[in-house]
Structure formats: C-alpha cells, structure tokens
C-alpha cells in the first residue's frame, strides 16, 4: 500500500512536502475531504501519474512528488514513475473524458480474458506472478543500489570533510567531488603515504598566512683545529735550553720566580737579598741578567698569546651550538630531520670543545712551568680531535643545507603552500583508496543488479502485454457494465453494446440519440470504472484504486446509492482512496469507515480521515493547500455547521492575530448564519425577514447592528452552497470582524445555551 506522499513541491496549489513533513499515514481506506479548488483534482492526478507511468499533462509543469509504500519502496515523478502501471487505477473526471465519449455515445473497450484462451491466460498469470516477484526484486537491489549509493556519498563527504579540515583552504572549498578527481589522478600512485609527522609538517604549511623568517648559514673552518693542535703540541714539548743558569738547568721550575725575583731586586735597587739577606754581587747581577734575558720574556709572550688564542677557539666552538637555528625556526616539513641532526651536531660541538680543553689543561701547565716541557698523556689525540672536527664540519653542511631549503621555501612561499596541500590531498586519496574503489565497486555492482532486475521486469511485462493483446475481448464486459447501471438506474433502458472498437450506448436496444443526464452519465461512469477494475487480468485484492469525486449533481437517493456501489464493490481492494467535495459523499464514506479509523486494542485502525486546508500566509497573497488529518468537528458530525462555527469562532477571539484563514471569514460567517436561522426563523423570506422576525421575537436585539449581517447577505449571495467557500469576498477586514461579532451577539440573546455548547465543542 501507499503510506505517505514523501514529498511534493512545484505541484500548483499545493505547499510543498519534505521529508520532514508529517507522515499523512495512509491506510487502506482513505478518505480524504476538500472544498472545491482545494486541489483535489492535482492530488488525483498525481496518482493517475503513478499508473501511467509518467507525468499527468494536466500536472504543473517542472512539478515533482515521491510517495512511499509499505514495502520500502518509491515511486514519483520525474525519477520513478514505472511500476505500479498494473496496480493503481483512479476514477476521475479526466478518466471519463479519455473514455466516454458522450457527444457520440460511444465508449473504449473495457478487456476481459476470453474463456477459449485458458492455456494462454494461465501463462498470463503465471508471468504476472513473476512480474510481482521481479518487481520485489527489483525493490530490494533499488534499496541495495540506495545504500551502496548512501554509504558512498557518506564515504566520499565525510573523506572530503577531513580532507578540508587538513588543508586550510580558507573561502576555498574541498568537497566530494574534488576528492572524486583527486583519486581519478592518484589511485595508482605508488609511494607511500606520509608518516604522522611529515603531514603534521605540511598541514602546519598550509596553516601559514605569510612565510617563516630567512635564516643565515653557520661557519665553521676545521683546518684552524688542525693548525692549533698541532702548534699547541709543539710548544708544550719546548724547553728553555738558552738558560745558562745552573739553577735553572737542575730547577726548571724555578724559572719564573729567578726571574721575578730579579725584576723585582733590580727595579728597586736592592743590594740585598729579600730571601737569603746576602749582598747581591755585580757578577751575579750580570750572571742574572744574561740567563733571564728578552728570549725568555718572548718564549712567555709567545705562550700566553697561545693561551688566549685557544681560549677563543673553544670559546668559538662552544658558541656553534647556539649558533644554531631552533628547531621550530625551520619550516615544518624540514624540522623533523633537521632536530636530529641538530642534536648530533650540538654533541660534536661538546665533544670537540672537552677535547680542546684537554690542551687547554696542558698549555696551562706550560705556562705555570715555562722550562719544562709538558706531560701530554692527558691530552686527547690529534686524530680524535680532527675527527670530531670532521664530523661537526660536516654536520654542519647538513645544516646548512636545511637552511638552504628552509630560505628556498621562504621565496616560493606560494608555490610551497600549494605543494604541502598536494601532498595532504595524495596521502588522504592513497589512505582511503582501497575503501574508496570498494565503494565504488559496491555501487557499480549494485546499479548492475538493479538493471537486470529492471530489464527482466521489463521483459515480462512485454511478455504480459503481447499475451493480453492475443487473449483479451471487450465483449463479456459489456453485461458487467449493463448490470451495474441497471441497478444503479433501476431499469434496464440504458445499455452499452459492444463494436469493433469499444461499446455503443443505446436506450431501449437503439443508439442513444442527444446527451444521456447528469445522473446517466454518472451511472454509467461509474458502473464503466468499476467493470474495467478487473480486467486485464488485474485482481482486485492487488489494486489500488483512487476515486475522485464520484458524484455530482445526484439527487440524495442516487448519491447514497453511488457511494454504497462504489464502497461495496472496492471493499476487498488492496487500497481505496475517495477525494471528495460533497459533505455528503464523504459523509456516507465516512459513516461506512467510522469504525475502521478508531485503534482499538490490539489492532491498528485501518482508515484515515483527511482534510485539505487552504490557507493564506501572512503576508502572502497566494492560497496554499495542505493534507492535514480532518477535524473532529467534520469526522463526528453528519453537517459542516460545527467546523464553519469553529473558525468564525476563532477569529471572533483573536482579534489582534492574523487569520490564515480569513479571506474565507465572510462566506463562513453567511453559511453559519443560514444555518442558524433555518433553525430559529423557518420559512422563506429571505434573510432581511427572518432578522426582523428575530428582532420581534427578541426586542433587546440592536436592529441597527444587525445591518452589518444585512450587508454580508449583499456582498456574499454567492456563498449558499459548501462549495464556495473559497472564493474570495469584498468585504474589508473591518466589515468581516463587525458582521461576526454582530453574529455571536445575535447568537447570545436568541439561544445562549447553543452558543455556549458550540464554543465548547470548538475549544
């Protein structure tokens, strides 16, 4: 069964409907009510698509509706219209039209399987059987194909959504369908995606709004270590040997202070000596002076000057570690090698300064003994030394290099931004490429299957079709259609005959001659529908049926009569759906089906009850219908005095608030005053003369007041039958507010009680 219209929009009067519109919970006796120009018509002609399979002409052009069956499965136009061509039939006035014409008094023919063609139609059946079994397959790989689809537009969003969230596009967008492209061009690239931090560091590129700052290279010269170990070396060995002295040649030692000590003596003239007390002679003056002469001054210079130089060059040395850019200095895709590399740059850097600081150690030696050559088993070897310098030299090209590149990046910023956003968009097509080509497989392989279905249904249905054309003859409907307009009519006069191509309508066995009545033509459509329900093969308890207005212009016999045909004859149909303007049609349906719409326990009700609401927006100036579950004030009561009462009723008690419905007000307001009055002033007259029998009956009634119900009777002549209701009125808002309040006074003194009881039921 159909359960819901899931969605509409486009389609002329009608709002549209989403699939967060409320369900309309069709069951499988649906009813549904309107006043004319509701858009009953463009609702019946919506299903009348679904069994032509394709667009009704008559539907607004560009419109689209989907509906919903119990099964899963939809149908609509433009996508799906195909498939329940066999199942659903609807009576409507173009149905007549297309089939009777009564101008001629002829009528298409209706086909029934002929008795002589058993074997063929029990082939029929069995086909037709199988075209249900392939349509329910056709359904299952449909919602196959719809999940495969779904799960590969989710995969392809939500990939693309991470994607995005990775690249810092700014107002530029990454979404599915770049995504699609992107593994078009790399799903068969084969290098590895990137490690965690290498797309850290280019996700952190894309971040950057203007480059990093340009850094400069470090210098480092290894020869000079070279040169100064071996010079340091050298000197450290060194001896005095020109010392002449005695003393010095046995106390090496004692060289510094000989020497001090005679500076002093001779800077300040002393004739004796400060340590022994003796005089210092003339020959031990000029022994002194030889010994502790200018060469042993320059030896000293000569190593205190060494000092200082190899002071700089550890102290140089130990400054290239910080000379060194930081780590987070460089771009990020350079920083993860460059920080090892720096940190075992910055290791060489301590190596190289502990070992210079061994010659450090033994050239402070030399200098606190100048004579003596310096012992040197504690300083670390030339070798050692100038491979620490080789290794800091080059890890300091490495370092270089990454600086290097670090500057060559800062000047084709632009260019590395947009190789660091390739690499992230690679690395996500290379991470999802194998769920991406399942997907994609998945949802091939499901559109595959689908087509065969839909190709095997197709041929079976042409098989049906070339079957019907050899088996079916219209003949044996026309007794089908006789009877039922016989009972319908209650004689036999009116017949249909059939011809070569369809059936002749004759009275009394001759062709008819003019036009058959209103209520001819409406015996003879609906005996002509309900006869063609079955043909073809169909059967009943397969087919849908909707039925649109199947009365007009009956008096209250024939209609009863109608609507018990129709109700009866689709009792056991798979679903029936009656759109009606008559309150009198719905209301014989909705009697019949009462108790068929009430839950009871245990058991789901099986019919729904429908109204469609035209409305007026505020500020719109364009009427808008609605399929809404029909008011109680209509389901329960056999006449519409309770819902017209309803809605003056609420534009009397909100007189501030706008009104959806108010440009109906005034036609609303002339129908429950007829209704009233028919009861409380019967007679004719008209409404002038029953106002001024009130006004006998009831002295306290205010004539002059009730003038403005006397101008509605003027403006609203036309609003005496149920089906005017929304026409528009003259009347201004004003005008409308004065007559129903001028209603509910008149309504208060003549019948206090009905008022009250009326504004309980609507409350």
Not at 218 to 239: H, L, M, N, P
Not at 426 to 437: L, M, N, Q, S, T
Request: charged share 30%; hydrophobic share 40%; net charge negative.
């Amino acid at each position: 069964m159909i359960t819901n219209i899931k969605s509409m929009q486009g389609m002329g009067i009608y709002a549209d409907r989403s699939a967060r519109s409320p369900s309309l919970e069709f069951r499988r006796y649906n009813l549904v009510y309107g006043f004319n120009g509701s858009g009953k018509s463009t609702l019946s002609r919506l299903f009348a698509s679904l069994e032509a399979g394709g667009p009704h002409p008559k539907l607004p052009e560009g419109g689209s509706f989907e509906v919903a069956l119990d099964d899963g499965s939809t149908f609509g136009c433009p996508t799906t219209p195909a498939g329940l061509e066999q199942r659903l039939l609807v009576f409507n006035s173009d149905y007549i039209e297309r089939n009777l014409q009564w101008a001629v008094g002829r009528a298409n023919p209706v086909f029934y399987i002929g008795a002589d063609q058993a074997e063929a139609a029990a082939e029929l059946t069995r086909i037709e059987a199988d075209i249900v079994k392939a349509d329910t397959r056709k359904v299952a790989a449909a919602a196959t194909e719809k999940g495969a689809e779904k799960a590969f537009v989710s995969l392809k969003r939500e990939r693309a959504k991470s994607v995005a969230s990775r690249l810092h596009l700014g107002n530029r967008k990454y979404e599915a369908p770049n995504l699609v492209k992107d593994y078009e061009t790399w799903k068969d690239y084969d290098q590895p995606a990137l490690t965690d931090d290498e797309l850290k560091s280019a996700e952190d590129v894309r971040r950057l709004d203007e480059p990093m700052p340009r850094l400069e290279p470090v210098s480092f010269d290894k020869t000079t270590i070279g040169t100064a170990y071996r010079f340091i070396a050298e000197v450290c060995g060194q001896s005095l040997a020109t010392v002449a002295l005695a003393e010095v040649q046995d106390h090496p030692d004692m060289l510094l202070w000989l020497k001090q000590g005679y500076e002093y003596h001779e800077a300040r003239g002393l004739a004796e000596c400060l340590l022994c007390g003796n005089p210092i002679s003339s020959e031990r003056r000029a022994l002194l002076g030889g010994a502790l002469d200018a060469t042993v001054d320059q030896f000293i210079a000569r190593l205190t000057k060494t000092d200082e130089r190899l002071r700089g060059l550890i102290e140089a040395s130990a400054r290239l570690e910080g000379q060194l850019p930081a780590t987070v200095d460089l771009a990020m895709e350079f920083r993860p090698r460059y920080k090892d590399d720096r940190e075992r740059l910055a290791g060489d850097v301590r190596e190289l300064v502990e070992r210079l600081g061994t010659l450090q150690t033994a050239l402070t030696a030399k200098l606190e003994r100048p004579a003596t050559p310096v012992d040197m088993t504690g300083v670390a070897s030339e070798q050692d030394v100038l491979a620490t310098a080789e290794r800091l030299a080059s890890g300091l090209a490495t370092i270089n290099e990454a600086i290097a590149a670090h500057n060559q990046s800062i000047a084709d910023f632009a260019k590395h931004k947009d190789a660091a956003e390739t690499s992230i968009r690679r690395h996500f097509v290379i991470d999802c490429r194998d769920d991406f080509a399942k997907a994609a497989a998945d949802l091939a392989k499901a559109s595959d299957e689908l087509k065969a279905e839909t190709d095997g249904a197709i041929v079976l249905r042409d098989k049906a079709r070339d079957l019907r054309r050899r088996i079916r003859t219209h003949g044996p409907a026309a007794s089908v259609i006789n009877k039922l307009i016989a009972a319908y009519l209650g004689h036999g006069e009116l017949t249909i005959d059939p011809v070569d191509e369809g059936y002749e309508l004759q009275r009394h066995g001759r062709p008819i001659t003019g036009v058959p009545s209103e209520g001819e033509k409406t015996a003879i459509a609906i005996a002509y529908f309900l006869s063609s329900i079955e043909a073809d093969n169909r059967k009943l308890k397969d087919v849908i049926v909707v039925v649109d207005d199947p009365v007009s212009s009956l008096d209250t016999k024939a209609l009863n009569f109608a609507c018990s045909l129709v109700r009866t004859r689709l009792d056991k149909a798979a679903q029936v759906f009656v759109l009606t303007h008559n309150l009198q049609c719905m209301n014989e349906f909705r009697k019949a089906w009462k108790g068929k719409a009430k839950p009871r326990e245990g058991v789901e009700p099986t019919a729904t009850f429908l109204f469609i609401d035209v409305t007026i927006a505020e500020g719109q100036e364009r009427r808008t219908s609605t399929i809404k579950e029909m008011s109680k004030l209509l389901r329960e009561y056999d006449s519409e005095y309770h819902f017209l009462f309803s809605h003056v009723f609420r534009f009397v008690t909100r007189p501030d608030a706008y009104d959806d419905h108010g440009y109906m007000i005034p036609n609303l307001i002339r129908r429950v005053l007829d209704v009233f009055l028919a009861f409380k002033c019967p007679g004719g007259g008209g409404l002038p003369s029953q106002l001024e029998k009130l006004c006998k009956d009831y002295p306290s009634l205010d004539r002059e007041r009730l003038t403005a119900l006397e101008r509605l009777t003027q403006v609203e002549s036309h609003s005496d039958n149920v089906d005017d209701l929304l026409s528009f009125s003259t009347m201004t808002l004003e005008e409308t507010r004065e007559a129903a309040n001028t209603l509910f006074v008149m309504m208060e003194v003549v019948d206090p009680k009905h008022l009250v009881r009326l504004k309980s039921l609507c409350s």
